[in-house]
């Protein structure tokens, strides 16, 4: 019995290390174009969940975080302004990398088609509805 009692509780407090570990990666999204913030507030979120209501809840209340994952919840639509203020951050980003730290010439390729296909779904995403 006690056995037990301490898998379940060494298993929350897993779940709240990777509900913790996802946040800081969507931290980190917050400043790096090329990293998406929502779906790692998600999993930190799923995570909270099974590990700590009162992570979950902090996390659902919280100033920073809570905006995005409501909107995304409901289905809002990204305004224009931010979408080409990403799109800039996001394109510039890219061809930094891609010039300066970048010298094979096929990494250049994949990086220049991810861009693309990023760029196409952060245009097409909410447009006149759900993407």
Request: proline letters at 4%; aromatic letters at 22%; a positive charge.
């Amino acid at each position: 019995m006690i056995s037990l009692i301490f898998k379940v509780y060494t298993l929350k407090k897993f779940y709240t290390f990777l509900g913790s570990f996802f946040v800081l990666i969507g931290i980190i999204g917050l400043f790096l174009p090329i990293f998406p913030t929502v779906p790692f507030l998600f999993l930190a979120l799923y995570f909270y969940g099974k590990g700590s209501k009162k992570h979950y809840y902090w996390l659902m209340k919280n100033k920073y975080f809570s905006k995005y994952i409501l909107d995304y919840k409901r289905g809002k639509k990204i305004p224009l302004f931010p979408k080409i203020l990403f799109i800039i951050a996001f394109g510039l980003s890219l061809a930094i990398t891609s010039t300066f730290f970048v010298d094979n010439q096929i990494l250049r390729v994949i990086l220049f088609i991810i861009g693309i296909l990023v760029i196409i779904y952060i245009i097409r995403f909410n447009k006149g509805g759900k993407f």
